[in-house]
């Protein structure tokens, strides 16, 4: 078995995917992924350790099958969770859902979902602890995650530094020492 210590970041990118100008730099959840790197750079102590950075780049211009889909799976193999970027542009992509079936169904990986546009808590949950229709409506954007993330513990974070760094910490949602299947979220 290999070291599962990597955090796989799944994002919305456009298919297919186009190399010239900016690219998937200019896709707001590709942004929001480059932000998580962006602190890592600035503090080597930020808890992230890009699972995208083991093997080598994977392009859209590349076969399905005997490229794209193998290096998926190997980034998936050698991680601990996964961080899904749930936004308003995020689509039900080819690559996004096999990456949420193969990370969620078949390997088992705990699933941090950060919200690129809520910044508190209090934007994802209600005061009676129920997440709000705004939050459930982007998991309608990608029903494999919708219907497979009672599989696995998942958390849900707004994009707040401070909180997705204890999210990235937090045991209870890393492959080896995940707590029980359900949806979490930090008190509100």
């Known amino acids: 078995m290999s070291y599962r210590n990597g955090n796989y970041s799944a994002f919305y990118v456009s298919e297919p995917f186009s190399e010239s100008n900016l690219g ?7 942004v929001s992924y ?3 790197r962006m602190w890592k750079g600035a503090d080597s102590d930020f808890p992230f350790n890009d699972s ?3 093997n080598y780049n994977v392009r859209d211009g590349s076969d399905w099958e005997k490229t794209l889909k193998p290096r998926l799976h190997g980034r998936l193999d050698n991680s601990k969770n996964i961080i899904l970027f749930l936004s308003s542009v995020t689509v039900s992509s080819r690559a996004l859902k096999e990456e949420v079936d193969y990370g ?13 546009e809520y910044s508190e808590k209090s934007d994802i949950v209600t005061s009676e602890k129920n997440f709000k229709k705004q939050i ?3 998991w309608d954007k990608l ?4 219907d497979s993330m009672g599989n696995v513990p998942t958390l849900h974070v707004p994009n707040k530094k401070a909180l ?14 995940k707590c029980n299947a359900g949806t979490y979220f930090f008190p509100i």
């Not at 998937?24 to 590709?30: E, I, R």
């Not at 969620?104 to 690129?116: A, D, S």
């Open 143 to 146: 029903p494999k995650f919708r």
């Open 136 to 138: 459930k409506d982007l």
């Open 164 to 177: 997705i760094k204890k999210a990235l910490e937090d045991k209870n949602f890393m492959v080896t020492t």
């Open 24 to 30: 998937a730099h200019a896709t707001k959840d590709f």
């Open 104 to 116: 969620i169904n078949t390997k088992g990986l705990p699933v941090i979902v950060i919200y690129p």
């Open 34 to 36: 480059n932000q998580l």
């Open 52 to 54: 995208h950075d083991k």
